[in-house]
């Protein structure tokens, strides 16, 4: 467990994707936590209404404000993507994006930059039975041009967040996301039975709970040390096939389709995540950050999101 608490004063944040699924629970965990939070996004809940893919929009959006802290929680997706092209507003935002609100926050005067990464950065595919930790390779080549194109984008995010002079980078390198705000987006497609899925076939990957994450992201805040990534992922990894099982048993839903891996392929990028098997180590996170996931699994997590929700 961190003690270390030198660095946990309440901060002037910064927050771009504040209207977002994650950013909403990063926008509630920051403010309970203390610090106060503006805004940054497209939308007209944001405090500061700006597109980080426009530069100069940008800049003057910002301009005249000072903060201490930039969090980068953008998103360029506004439902899962299944072929790989849904992919490349994602990446654009990852580089151009990232670029853009890294500049901001050195205009703002922020020292600490944190931005959200994720466990596909350590490469689609059969990762075994060995828990990836921070100290394994990040952001290995492609073994598609397509996959090469989500790669390097994940490459050049956390290569912004941490090698920009002035700016304490930190990176989230977060599981698959679920809970309150996501999870929901599930239902109509299960009901309609429009959501198939293929066995696991012992293939698993990381989860972590909304709320969860956003923990971690205040944890990061105060205590993440600069320079540094940390995995974020709860403690049972899980198929997609099992996580959907989940969620199908718990909010009384229609079990999804059983259909073989290959007839995913017209779904080019939902066929990838689904072919990967990917368990991460947390242990950096739980003894740097002193976070520990309140959801241990993804069952855990659904029941206490089916309590609320009722």
């Known amino acids: 467990m961190a003690t270390n608490d030198t660095n946990h004063q309440h901060r002037s944040i910064l927050l771009a994707g504040a209207t977002g699924v994650l950013g909403r629970h990063l926008a509630r965990a920051l403010t309970e936590a203390g610090h106060k939070v503006t805004g940054l996004g497209r939308g007209?809940?944001?405090g500061l209404r700006a597109d980080l893919m426009d530069r100069d929009g940008l800049l003057r959006a910002v301009d005249g404000h000072r903060f201490d802290t930039v969090i980068h929680a953008a998103t360029a997706l506004r439902k899962a993507p299944m072929r790989h092209r849904g992919m490349h507003a994602t990446n654009a935002l990852r580089t151009e994006g990232t670029a853009h609100l890294v500049e901001a926050a050195q205009t703002v005067g922020a020292r600490r930059f944190i931005t959200e990464s994720m466990v596909f950065g350590y490469g689609y595919g059969d990762h075994g039975d060995?828990?990836?930790?921070?100290?394994?390779?990040f952001g290995p080549h492609g073994t598609s041009p397509e996959l090469e194109g989500h790669l390097a984008a994940m490459r050049t995010k956390e290569h912004l967040t941490f090698e920009t002079p002035g700016l304490e980078g930190i990176a989230l390198r977060f599981g698959l996301f679920y809970g309150p705000g996501g999870t929901d987006a599930l239902f109509p497609l299960l009901r309609k039975?429009?959501?198939?899925?293929?066995?696991?076939?012992g293939r698993v990957l990381p989860w972590v709970e909304l709320t969860d994450a956003a923990r971690a992201v205040v944890a990061a805040v105060e205590r993440g040390r600069p320079g540094q990534a940390y995995n974020v992922a709860d403690r049972t990894p899980l198929g997609?096939?099992?996580?959907?099982?989940?969620?199908?048993?718990?909010?009384?839903?229609?079990k999804?389709?059983?259909?073989?891996?290959?007839?995913?392929?017209?779904?080019?990028?939902?066929?990838a995540v689904m072919s990967t098997t990917l368990r991460v180590s947390t242990a950096k996170a739980e003894r740097e950050l002193g976070w520990t996931p309140?959801?241990?699994s993804t069952r855990v997590g659904l029941a206490a999101m089916n309590v609320t929700a009722g």
Do not use: I, N
């Open 240 to 254: 997609f096939r099992a996580h959907v099982l989940c969620v199908a048993e718990q909010f009384g839903l229609p």
């Open 294 to 296: 309140a959801y241990p």
């Open 130 to 137: 060995h828990p990836v930790t921070e100290d394994d390779p």
């Open 44 to 46: 007209p809940a944001a």
């Open 256 to 271: 999804p389709m059983t259909v073989p891996l290959w007839l995913m392929k017209p779904a080019s990028y939902a066929h």
């Open 193 to 201: 039975r429009q959501l198939p899925v293929p066995d696991d076939r």
